[in-house]
């Protein structure tokens, strides 16, 4: 847009940053938390100014690390094996279903679409996962449940596909002898850029932030993700107690407060780490693939 | 069959186990008492037991899954099934598999392999939020009298007393093997003694929660910043003693309120005064700041509140053991104070080990669970783990244990809640427990009021979309008002309201219906 | 007739057949996880038995369904699952486009960037911290609001998990703080794609900022307000079960403001075991759900065929 003011410049800014602030405060709440010792948690309350600092939060975990790093580990395998699986399901379906000329198209979007709606509910599904495809207690159970292919995402990359790539880009690929997988590949796929990033993003937060599947199907602690862990926190205490506590002195108290706090901390910060990574091609991918398209 | 077994069995008992200390178990009459049997059974021929061992060691291969209720590591878990295995499969061909499931996840994960139909033979019919009727009307698990009278149970049928079998019956037959632990409702305090010490209070006088109250008021006064009294999570337990005719205790649908008069008129517990007194006491010890306001968000158990500094907790239906465990997990001295006096209920009696409807063969699961019942060896497999790896002995006659050096807790991998096995009283004495605990339990469980309907268990299948709507009323209200953080003034009308519209009047009278026809037929 | 029709159908596999060998590896997954569950669904016609099974078990007629709709439930989880999403699609939209159209008048790359960068820090965290950071808030003796902001203010603390009054803009705030930054992307990426020559004219035309947004930014945005609406409405009986029972604690004095289809279905199963009722309260989700879509759909059809979903 053309001719733009200082002021209306300026009154945007400070919408901005008042919005950001409330993006990123909470969260600086929760790392104070973390390092805030845990009397000072209980008496003053959470404080950005806390009156006293503790590193004990993170010093217990230490004494736990294990299974932390198990954790991570378990979170990492699951969501980058599970974004890669999601999004070649997602692509391979959406692409045929963005071809207008393909006949039955719309018998399959309603296939599709109607997945949204009517689910069969938790146990049958339980059955069927545990019972035909043995699931329990393997990764595969982290990783096929419910995550590896949304109806929405494949809805969206099918309107991407239908209003940014034009047909006449797939019709002169297929003049120049490309097959079908070659046409999206070669010419489809680098025209996508902006919808396989947030698809992608999308899908691997999915598969990070996720503790159903965990919940339900996972009793091997071997298996454990990070979010599992955090959940287990959340709802049993004890949990933390059964796996370290008595490693401390019996007068010193178990900072139970600020341990779940760093354990929040920790279970946060790898997205938020790897994202702006993400981020910076996202944006720039948005800008060229509405260019382009 | 059932010989064999039982004189394998017996053989096994008598060499690794002490008569006397087996003698503390159970509580069962004395003509069967194990001790006993084992002696009397010595005399048979060590060839004619060795030809019925083999007998069943040559079943068809079987693998017997259980389930178990622990936040230890999986590693170790299948390290003690195979530990296990070996005995099973010298004697039944039997292979176990073990599998473990936190805290954390246990009603949720149990439930679901219950419902689905997944393979799975034993289970802790425990902490599952519903009732053992409401198992069997549903149909997650299978009657099991014809596998304990005259099948492969025999023996461990015959350590359990009659009437203690009655609570985990339904419809006439026989659900579970009730876990041999703590029997007796006991409704009181765990208390720090230092707090008492410190202000001069006696614990040993404290009888009434009129005398328990007195003593918060005196140790808000001196430390105003702590709130004395703990609660367990989000939950506190109500002290009203009453039959709550096998629901569970957080959800009580018409129960006799007072279990030790001999009444058995059933009511609503929510609408009786005695509920009232305790919800509007808890309210204002709320106010007073004994208690801590946020328990809704509360995910600190009781025994973590008393190690913080808090001075007491609640409970119900604890154990000769129960101060010395919280003493431990605290590292506080503990003591109880109680409030009423004893009385025996069918759901304090009832947690037990079931078979599951999974099972493929209930004949074989019942000859691992009366192998768990009455083989020391095996029951401490199970209760301890891996000796020199989760636990060892400290003394030379090898009853009492403790962590090898350089483990602890944290990193031993394997919980230790023996009530939650079938016979905790096998198992080994933890060090600083009285040695002769077991012989205590027996002492506790034979005392004590009986409820009138001690052993009547209700089946609420007949009303079970009002029980449902119910529970979800209860739910909304009760551990809100129990610890206080409700205002039972006004409230307490509304959920009472809210139950009569969902239909509590037809549970109630159907309860009543099915106590009276049990009572008539007793 | 028939013939053609099998015809064209062998013509078509012909033809398309790399096309549909890639649709179905996709289809398998959704006719495995989605369609083979579904089956399930005659469990709310059931009184279940595990012994029985699935098949086995007693058929019951609409019993669990007459109970459900004699509690009350059914109308308070009717009535907050609906309404909270209809407010979550109304003041999401509004403010995500907002924030899409604000968003592309900064001048500057890089505070674009940021701005776009932060804003979408909520969506990236999982809703149990969710919950952590509520809690942090909300406690009742040592939380943010009560200790800090309260307080000094001479206020009482308020015991927010047991007070219901506030919770439905409680939650209305923390989805709009949750979602806003994904939504936005979606209007600012279809933003960006509009084409410059129609702000260029509407200048040359003497069109004022706000008469290029009415005229020109909003009209571009209209497909994609459209389908982001629609597919909310298509979940409008569906809630994020995270939100609606982590968030509050699972807090019972909550339930009449914060009990959704979603967690009567999962207290149904999970704490009341009543598998029948719960499968009932899922079938209606699913009936009506279904329904509502349908005629949200014809009625997009009607107004603007090529936004229509199929």
Aim: hydrophobic share 45%; aromatic share 12%; with cysteine.
């Amino acid at each position: 847009m053309v001719e733009k003011n200082k002021g209306l410049q300026g009154a945007i800014h400070i919408f901005f940053i008042l919005l950001t602030l409330l993006c990123v405060v909470p969260f600086l709440l929760l790392i104070i938390a973390s390092i805030t010792s845990e009397s000072a948690l209980i008496h003053d309350g959470y404080s950005f100014f806390p009156k006293e600092f503790s590193a004990d939060a993170y010093r217990f975990l230490l004494l736990d690390s294990g299974s932390i790093v198990k954790g991570y580990g378990i979170s990492a395998l699951v969501t980058v094996v599970g974004t890669l699986c999601n999004m070649t399901l997602t692509t391979l379906l959406a692409y045929p279903l963005s071809r207008q000329n393909l006949p039955g198209r719309n018998i399959i979007a309603f296939v599709v679409f109607f997945t949204m709606l009517f689910n069969g509910g938790l146990v049958p599904s339980y059955m069927m996962w545990t019972q035909i495809f043995h699931i329990k207690n393997t990764i595969a159970a982290l990783l096929v449940p419910n995550l590896m292919l949304s109806a929405f995402n494949v809805i969206m990359m099918r309107s991407y596909f239908t209003s940014n790539i034009p047909d006449a880009v797939i019709d002169a690929a297929r003049i120049d002898g490309a097959s079908e997988i070659r046409t999206l590949i070669q010419v489809v796929l680098p025209m996508s850029v902006p919808i396989l990033a947030t698809l992608a993003l999308l899908a691997g937060l999915g598969y990070w932030n996720d503790w159903l599947n965990g919940l339900y199907y996972i009793s091997d602690n071997n298996l454990y993700s990070i979010q599992v862990l955090l959940y287990q926190m959340l709802t049993k205490a004890d949990f933390l107690k059964s796996s370290a506590a008595s490693a401390l002195p019996v007068n010193i108290s178990l900072p139970s407060t600020g341990i779940r706090m760093a354990v929040a901390v920790l279970g946060t910060v790898p997205m938020l780490l790897v994202y702006p990574f993400f981020q910076r091609y996202l944006v720039r991918g948005i800008v060229i693939g509405a260019v382009k398209g | 069959m059932k010989k064999a077994t039982k004189q394998t069995a017996s053989l096994l008992m008598a060499g690794a186990m002490t008569a006397a200390l087996l003698a503390g178990c159970g509580g069962a009459p004395a003509s069967t008492a194990p001790s006993s049997a084992a002696t009397s059974e010595q005399t048979a021929t060590p060839a004619a037991s060795q030809d019925a061992a083999t007998d069943l060691s040559k079943q068809e291969p079987y693998t017997v899954k259980i389930l178990m209720l622990d936040d230890g590591n999986t590693d170790i878990v299948n390290e003690v099934a195979a530990a296990a295995s070996e005995i099973t499969l010298a004697k039944f061909n039997t292979t176990i598999e073990l599998e473990r499931v936190g805290w954390g996840s246990w009603a949720q994960q149990a439930m679901l392999q219950l419902t689905s139909g997944e393979k799975l033979d034993l289970l802790p019919a425990f902490s599952l939020n519903t009732s053992l009727a409401n198992l069997v009307s549903n149909g997650y698990i299978v009657p099991m009298t014809d596998l304990l009278k005259d099948g492969p149970g025999a023996e461990m049928y015959a350590m359990v007393p009659e009437e203690d079998w009655l609570c985990d019956t339904v419809n006439g037959e026989i659900y579970g093997v009730p876990f041999n632990k703590g029997k007796q409702n006991v409704y009181g305090a765990s208390c720090d003694t230092t707090y008492a010490d410190e202000l001069n209070i006696d614990l040993s006088a404290i009888k009434t929660l009129d005398d328990f109250e007195q003593a918060l008021a005196k140790i808000k006064e001196a430390h105003p910043d702590i709130y004395p009294m703990a609660t367990d999570g989000q939950k506190m337990r109500v002290m009203v003693p009453s039959d709550t005719l096998g629901d569970p205790r957080e959800v009580v649908m018409g129960c006799l309120v007072d279990a030790t008069s001999g009444s058995t008129t059933v009511e609503n517990l929510y609408a009786s005064d005695a509920y009232r007194d305790f919800v509007e006491r808890m309210y204002d010890w709320q106010q007073k700041g004994y208690i801590m306001p946020d328990t809704i968000s509360n995910t600190v158990s009781g025994s973590d509140l008393i190690r913080a500094g808090a001075f007491a907790n609640f409970y119900t239906g604890p154990a000769p053991d129960t101060a010395p465990r919280l003493s431990r997990e605290t590292g506080k001295p503990i003591q109880d104070v109680e409030f009423f006096e004893h009385y025996k209920t069918t759901g304090e009696t009832s947690p037990c080990w079931s078979i599951a409807a999974n099972s493929e063969n209930p004949e074989r699961a019942m000859q691992v669970l009366n192998e768990m019942y009455t083989n020391p060896e095996l029951a401490n497999i199970f209760i301890y783990g891996i000796e020199g790896k989760t636990y060892e002995f400290i003394d030379d006659s090898r009853t009492v244990i403790d962590y090898p050096a350089g483990v602890d807790a944290s990193n031993a991998g394997y919980a230790f809640d023996h009530w939650a096995w079938p016979n905790m009283c096998l198992s080994y004495v933890w060090n600083g427990y009285p040695t002769d605990v077991y012989k205590q339990y027996e002492t506790f469980n034979a005392g004590g009021v009986l409820s009138p309907a001690y052993g009547f268990t209700f089946d609420n299948s007949s009303v079970i979309n009002e029980y449902t709507a119910c529970t979800n009323v209860v739910m909304k209200y009760a551990e809100a008002l129990n610890t206080g953080s409700l205002n039972p003034e006004g409230n307490l009308d509304k959920f009472n309201q809210e139950l009569k519209e969902n239909g509590i009047d037809t549970i109630i009278a159907a309860k009543q219906a099915q106590l009276d026809a049990w009572l008539a037929a007793k | 007739m028939e013939k053609t029709v099998w015809q064209r159908f062998t013509r078509a596999i012909r033809k398309f057949w790399p096309l549909y060998l890639m649709a179905a590896l996709g289809l398998l997954y959704l006719f495995i996880n989605n369609y083979m569950p579904m089956a399930g669904l005659v469990l709310a016609f059931k009184q279940y038995n595990a012994r029985k099974g699935i098949w086995g078990s007693d058929f019951n007629g609409l019993k669990n369904f007459e109970f459900l709709f004699k509690t009350r439930d059914a109308w308070i989880i009717t009535r907050n699952t609906i309404a909270y999403n209809a407010v979550f699609i109304v003041l999401g939209t509004i403010f995500s486009v907002t924030v899409a159209i604000l968003l592309n008048e900064v001048r500057s790359a890089k505070a674009k960037k940021l701005y776009q960068t932060v804003t979408l820090i909520p969506y990236m965290v999982s809703i149990v911290v969710v919950s952590y950071l509520a809690n942090a808030l909300l406690a009742t003796d040592n939380g943010f609001i009560n200790t800090q902001v309260l307080a000094p203010l001479g206020q009482d603390p308020v015991a927010w998990y047991t007070t219901p009054g506030p919770w439905p803009v409680i939650l209305v705030l923390i989805n709009l703080w949750k979602g806003f930054g994904y939504s936005s992307i979606i209007y600012f990426a279809t933003l960006v794609g509009i084409n410059r020559e129609y702000y260029e004219a509407a200048v040359i035309d003497g069109a004022s900022w706000w008469q290029q947004v009415t005229h020109v930014t909003l009209p571009g945005l209209k497909n994609t307000i459209i389908t982001m609406t629609l597919l909310s409405v298509g979940r409008i009986f569906y809630s994020d079960f995270g939100l609606f029972y982590q968030v509050p604690m699972n807090s019972g004095p909550l339930y009449d403001v914060t009990n959704t289809i979603d967690t009567y279905v999962y207290r149904g199963l999970m704490q009341n075991n009543n598998i029948g009722m719960a499968s009932a309260a899922g079938f209606y989700q699913s009936l009506v759900g279904f329904a509502l879509v349908l005629a949200a759909n014809t009625i997009v059809k009607k107004i603007s065929p090529e936004n229509a979903l199929y």
